[in-house]
T-cell receptor
Framework: EAGVVQSPRYKIIEKKQPVAFWCNPISGHNTLYWYLQNLGQGPELLIRYENEEAVDDSQLPKDRFSAERLKGVDSTLKIQPAELGDSAVYLC?????????????FGPGTRLTVL | EDQVTQSPEALRLQEGESSSLNCSYTVSGLRGLFWYRQDPGKGPEFLFTLYSAGEEKEKERLKATLTKKESFLHITAPKPEDSATYLCAVGTNDYKLSFGAGTTVTVRA
């Protein structure tokens, strides 16, 4: 079974430029998450989707960040314009509602560097 | 507010030297306590879910235990390939995961 796929793996941009990250979750997983991970810290949730619906975006900085999950499968996270403080690893995860634990499975992440 | 604290921040072990990592938590409505392993440059890899106090789970040289306020990850006779950052997270009824900062384990041959 293929895991969560993310691209690009690395991105270097100048501040004020836009950037987008793409995620393809595990087949059949209806829940998709975007996390931000700073160096030496655990992941922090940005947004959670149930199918096409963003059910928790309370931690998403909506002035510059946006996300979409068309057709309830792939998702894109966008930052416009990027700031120096946005340099971090952006992780995508997916889970299935089946089972008690709702374990989340992560992709390899996109490492963003804003210069 | 949900809080997860992991200790120590870093752990250096000699190959074969067993040790334990601690994860203490405060949460309302615990849905599960999750352990992940993260290698440099990679995403977290799922290891275990624990649901209730007294539960234990094992995988190779790793054993996770859970009490009402904390979880332990025991590493028995570690090998260099066990070197990684181990993340603990609490899951709540709203399907959120709150992560600790992790413990970075280095095992020397």
């Amino acid at each position: 079974e293929a895991g969560v796929v993310q691209s690009p793996r690395y991105k270097i941009i100048e501040k004020k430029q836009p950037v987008a990250f793409w995620c393809n979750p595990i087949s059949g997983h209806n829940t998709l998450y975007w996390y931000l991970q700073n160096l030496g810290q655990g992941p922090e949730l940005l947004i959670r989707y149930e199918n096409e619906e963003a059910v928790d975006d309370s931690q998403l900085p909506k002035d510059r960040f946006s996300a979409e999950r068309l057709k309830g499968v792939d998702s894109t996270l966008k930052i416009q314009p990027a700031e120096l403080g946005d340099s971090a690893v952006y992780l995508c995860a997916s889970s299935s509602r089946q089972g008690q634990g709702n374990e989340q499975f992560f992709g390899p992440g996109t490492r963003l560097t804003v210069l | 507010e949900d809080q997860v604290t992991q200790s120590p921040e870093a752990l250096r072990l000699q190959e074969g030297e067993s040790s334990s990592l601690n994860c203490s938590y405060t949460v309302s409505g615990l849905r599960g306590l999750f352990w992940y392993r993260q290698d440099p440059g990679k995403g977290p890899e799922f290891l275990f879910t624990l649901y209730s106090a007294g539960e234990e789970k094992e995988k190779e040289r790793l054993k996770a235990t859970l009490t009402k306020k904390e979880s332990f990850l025991h590493i028995t006779a570690p090998k260099p390939e066990d070197s990684a950052t181990y993340l603990c997270a609490v899951g709540t009824n709203d399907y959120k995961l709150s992560f600790g900062a992790g413990t970075t384990v280095t095992v020397r041959a």
